[in-house]
């Protein structure tokens, strides 16, 4: 119920529209209610035929308007209202069948058009601005998934698989919205329709409509447990569909290694088996759907069977009813069977919604990256001196990656860590930008603690190169200037030589306007690490993190990397992280990590004359550097 709330409470925005939607929904309902009361003088035409014109002017509208309560009683009579209204009702017949058959038929026939006018106008209005209503919640809704994951932290999405999040923005988003599409067109429609046939039944004989509605709380109960499980059917269904959406990116993101490991076939059989459990649920789900409707119509033709045989007694055996008054009322009667059969659906669309809603609400309720809060203060402009006090850190509680980090960067300072895979290196400079926050301890720039600026601020003093570099498919310039607005071309090209990038991105056939491809595939590994480079040396930036950005690539492209980050970390505070020896050992500073501890401290060869971990891995990973070159 609260999710259900909360989905409607997305339409505030829009109630002016709202309003109107449902104002020109009452009137198409009340209008296709009218249209019964056009049944009667209709037949009473028709049937009039054979009588001669004359006869039908003098007798029938002087004796329609007095016979209310005298031999063939054509309504119950029950209220003042109703007697009213059937005074007014025979007024407006007597007027409509006045004059010759001809005339009256006339008569009919143009207020049968424009009554049906007037109703479809209404239709077409309510349902085009419901539709309006519909797709701008199902874009706002989108809008809002995306808005949260661009603020949502980094442990967020090793959480979630891509797939599942990706999904969820558009399948999900797509499906949720029903439960307020649904909740405006048919909760509306369906029961003011109800209520305006059920007024003429009433009129009519409420007698009979009681007996009609003996037969309906049965109906409702099926319709509600129909209802509970689709909900059921649907949160799987759409789990599965995450589950397909995930694999699908996966094999098309990791193309080149299925088909590089000949894993074509088992991709494929993955694949097949997630789609096919998506069938079952998807086919369970229209299963149960399509049930709802032929269901509640039987139920109603059971109504309608007793209905008849009650009433047309009525009429032949007691001649308490009028013939044209019960087909008025039989009208009525069926005329309420397509609305009670959508009101049906209703629950159906509603449950389905939800499980979507219920899906979404968690990506939107997921608390956002911690300072992204604007009200805290900009990091004021420093030299970029960085300090870790103590810091302990773990992604999993219980299994800590950090302990006690004692580190310090001064301005202009290369500071290089070391250590085995795994030690920590990457989640220590990871501190830095906030891509993830210590739970003890803390991380200063230039004196401030990184909780207490802004995360914008803080990361505008960062320039980050790590071994993977991620391209986005626009043109080389953007790419470079990612995040730097309009930069002028002069500097770009400046920035792209010291990167050594300028000689291949004149290769390519625009230049630096060439499209660069989905995540820059068509590039080698050099280039686009060339292009990381030219980005940060571009943004400038005081304090610099390079974490192994040289490590995939080969010797040669290695050495136009290295020139380039030779130039980049010039007067700069930079936390590297290499494998290559010439980096490390010209460091101003090595700190060797063993199992998240900092083990030693100093020059390269204080460290190496001391014999300890950093001797250990010099003998191990860069002695042969060294001889081989
Ligand atoms: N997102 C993560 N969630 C959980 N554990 C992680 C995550 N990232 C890294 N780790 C673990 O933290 C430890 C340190 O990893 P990392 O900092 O990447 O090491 P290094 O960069 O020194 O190779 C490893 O044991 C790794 O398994
Ligand atoms: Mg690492």
Known sequence: MNTYLRMLRRVRPYLPQVVASVLLTFLYSLLTAATILLVRPTFSTLFAATDPPAAVAE????????????????????????????????????????GS???????????????????????????????????????????????????????????HRAGELISRATNDVQIANKTVNVSFTNLVRDPAQIVGYLAVCLWISWKLTLLAFLVLPLSMLVIVSIGKRLRRYSHRQQERMADLTSVLQETVYG???????????????????????????????????RLSSPLSEQMAVIVGAVILWFGGRQVFVEQTLEPEAFLTFLAAMFSMLHPIKELSQVNNGIQEGMAAAERLFEILDSPAEAGADPELPDL??????????????????????????????????????VG??????????????????????????????????????????????????????????????YGLGEV?????????RAANAHDFIMRMPDGYDTLIGDRGTKLSGGQRQRLSIARAILKNPPILILDEATSALDTESEQLVQEAIDRLV????????????????????????????????????????????????????????????
Do not use: C
């Open 488 to 496: 002028a071309h002069g500097q770009l090209e400046e920035a792209a």
């Open 420 to 481: 085995s895979s795994g030690a920590g290196k990457s989640t220590l400079v990871d501190l830095i930008p906030r891509f993830y926050d210590p739970q003890q301890g803390q991380v200063l720039v230039d004196g401030h603690d990184v909780r207490t600026v802004s995360l914008r601020s803080l990361r505008e003093r960062l320039g980050i190169v790590t071994q993977e570099v991620i391209l986005f498919n626009d043109t080389v310039r953007n790419n470079i200037a």
């Open 570 to 629: 010039q007067d700069r505070t930079t936390f590297v992280i290499a494998h290559r020896l010439s980096t490390i050992r010209s460091a101003d500073r090595i700190y060797a990590l063993k199992a998240g501890r900092i083990v030693e401290s100093g020059s390269h060869g204080t460290l190496l004359a001391a014999g300890g971990v950093y001797a250990d891995l010099y003998n191990l990973q860069f002695r042969a550097q060294e001889t081989g070159g």
């Open 255 to 289: 193309i080149r290694v299925v088909k590089a490991f000949a894993m074509e076939r088992f991709e494929r059989r993955k694949y097949l088996a997630e789609s096919a459990r998506v069938f079952v649920d998807m086919f369970k789900i229209a299963r149960t759907n």
């Open 380 to 417: 004021p402009a420093g030299p970029g001196r960085v300090e870790f006090r103590d810091v302990h850190f773990a992604y999993l509680p219980g299994e800590p990656v950090l302990q006690g980090i004692d580190l310090l960067a001064e301005p202009g300072q290369v500071v290089a860590l």
């Open 101 to 159: 058959n001809l005339d009256a038929l006339q008569r009919v026939v143009i207020i049968i058009f424009f009554v049906f006018l007037a109703k479809n106008l209404a239709h077409y209005a309510s349902t085009v601005l419901t539709n309006w209503l519909g797709l701008r919640l199902i874009k706002d809704m989108r809008d809002d998934v995306f808005a949260r994951l661009l603020e949502l932290p980094l442990g967020f999405f090793h959480r």
């Open 59 to 98: 007798q029938t509208a002087p004796e329609r308007s007095s016979s209310t309560a005298a031999e063939a009683v054509p309504f119950d009579d029950t209220l003042g209202l109703k007697d009213r209204l059937d005074l007014a009702y025979r007024d407006f017949e007597a007027w409509l069948l006045e």
